[in-house]
């Protein structure tokens, strides 16, 4: 099983300021990484599909980048709905899909 | 893309089962697979199994196998997923999402397990 690990566990930051999130691989997960994006109360968002491809609707501040075994969502110009946890998820190799732990984004 | 709408909350008893649905609209059933992920209070997103509806061909995480079941009604384009020997652990909440053993586009609005005695 591929394990995902997110880093950091919390990252404080203010509205206008720039965001990175990462999400390592236990193993290379080749370009088949999603990230997802969910607020209290609401079911998970696709945000990034393919490690760097936008969902649909999904602004352009969102960016994903990586390969392999390490992989970063950066959100620029923060906005207060952004502030939310993010999850990273490989398909790379399955059962199971996996995880990561989540990163929680909070309003410094 | 499709909408998926779950059935309501659940209690169940420690030992019992429960059938979770997840009715889909908008889009040819046919089309999509649909997975069942939940999330345990403060855990990580857990991906449980997915079927092929047309198909009626399922799978299933290791951890889970044996004790759940999901399958499709294609004349109503709904999913089931059957957890049964529950056990506190198993307190959750359940979404059903399309796309199986990819990415996943849409999520139901989610279904709340409590397994309490």
């Known amino acids: 099983e591929i394990v995902m690990t997110q880093s950091p566990g919390t990252l404080s930051l203010s509205p206008g300021e720039r965001a990175t999130l990462s999400c390592r691989a236990s193993?290379?997960?080749?370009?088949?990484l999603a990230w997802y994006q969910q607020k209290p109360g609401q079911a998970p968002r696709l945000l990034i599909y393919?490690?760097?491809i936008r969902a649909t609707g999904i602004p352009a501040r969102f960016s994903g980048s990586g390969s392999g075994t390490e992989f970063t969502l950066t959100i620029n110009n923060l906005q207060s709905e952004d502030f939310a946890v993010y999850y990273c998820?490989?398909?790379?190799?399955?059962?199971?899909?996996?995880f990561g732990q989540g990163t929680r984004l909070e309003i410094k | 893309q499709v909408q998926l709408v779950q059935s309501g909350a659940e209690v169940r008893k420690p030992g019992s089962s429960v059938n979770v649905s997840c009715k889909a609209s908008?889009?040819?059933?046919?089309?999509?697979?649909v997975a069942w992920v939940r999330q345990a209070p403060g855990q990580r997103l857990e991906w449980m199994g997915r079927?092929?509806?047309?198909?009626?061909?399922?799978n299933y995480a290791q951890r889970f196998q044996g004790r759940v079941t999901i399958t499709a009604d294609k004349s109503t384009s709904t999913v089931y997923m059957e957890l049964r020997s529950l056990r506190s652990e198993d307190t959750a909440m359940y979404y059903c999402?399309?796309?199986?053993?990819?990415?996943?586009?849409?999520w139901g609005q989610g279904t709340l397990v409590t397994v309490s005695s």
């Open positions: 999402c399309q796309g199986g053993v990819r990415w996943f586009d849409s």
């Open positions: 908008g889009d040819n059933f046919n089309n999509y697979n």
């Open positions: 079927i092929i509806p047309f198909l009626g061909m399922a």
């Open positions: 193993q290379s997960v080749r370009s088949n």
């Open positions: 393919g490690a760097l």
């Open positions: 998820q490989q398909y790379n190799d399955w059962p199971p899909i996996t």
